[in-house]
Structures are given as C-alpha cells and as structure tokens.
C-alpha cells in the first residue's frame, strides 16, 4: 500500500509556472504506475498526464501536451508535473495516482482513473488571467 501526498499548488498568473510534487510513503514506489489528473470547478476529474514505474514512457492529455512535464524521482519517492505556459483554464484541483505494476509490465502508463487504486488529497492551482 502507498500513501500519496502533493505539494506545490497555487496562485500563478497565466503564462507563468509550478511544480506540483506527490510524496509517495512506503517501500517499492519504483514499482508504481504513476498519474496525474485534475477537476475544475463544476466539471469532472480529468487526466493530465502519466509515467511507467521506471519512468521511461510518459503520456499526455493534448490539453497540456508540449506545456506539462510528468517525471519521477525513485529515490526520492517522488513524482513531479511540471507546468509551463499555464492558462486561466489549467484552474483545477490536481490530484496524484498510483497503482502497482508488474516488471513485465515496466513500460506501461495509466490514463484512467478506474486502473488506479491509491489517490492523493490534491492540491490546489489556481491560474489568474
């Protein structure tokens, strides 16, 4: 089991940046899946973007493609999203994801929400125009 905590949210102007941070507790983070997903007020939890366990394979929602930087730190325990060229409509609570795969499996990544089983609590971004 993981527990999963985020960091890094804020006030930004748009065209400006964060670095959100998700603190994973526990052993073997480098056999998780990670992922990150964000919900605007009034609208559905989305994906953003996610990472293989060893952090070779990312993938990302076009909404933030060439703008957002998913990465991770085994040793660290930690996974990043970097976020570039932010827009008022980035506005969201950005939650981390994480889910257990096997070493065969070592290349894959997450886009749904149901294929994850350990969330964080969130944090907030909030993107001023």
């Known amino acids: 089991q993981v527990q999963l905590v985020e960091s890094g949210g804020g006030l930004v102007q748009a065209g400006g940046s964060l670095r959100l941070s998700c603190a994973a507790s526990g052993r073997s983070f480098s056999t998780y899946a990670m992922g990150w997903f964000r919900q605007a007020p009034g609208k559905e939890r989305e994906f953003a973007a996610a990472?293989?366990?060893?952090?070779?394979?990312?993938y990302y929602a076009d909404a933030v493609k060439a703008r957002f930087t998913i990465s991770r730190d085994n040793a660290k325990n930690t996974v990043y999203l970097q976020m570039n060229s932010l827009k008022p409509e980035d506005t969201a609570v950005y939650y981390c994801?994480?889910?257990?795969?096997?070493?065969?499996?070592?290349?894959?990544?997450?886009?749904?929400?149901?294929?994850?089983?350990?969330w964080g609590q969130g944090t907030q971004v909030t993107v001023s125009s």
């Open positions: 990472i293989s366990r060893g952090g070779g394979d990312t």
């Open positions: 994801a994480a889910r257990r795969v096997p070493t065969y499996s070592s290349g894959t990544y997450y886009v749904s929400q149901g294929e994850y089983a350990y």
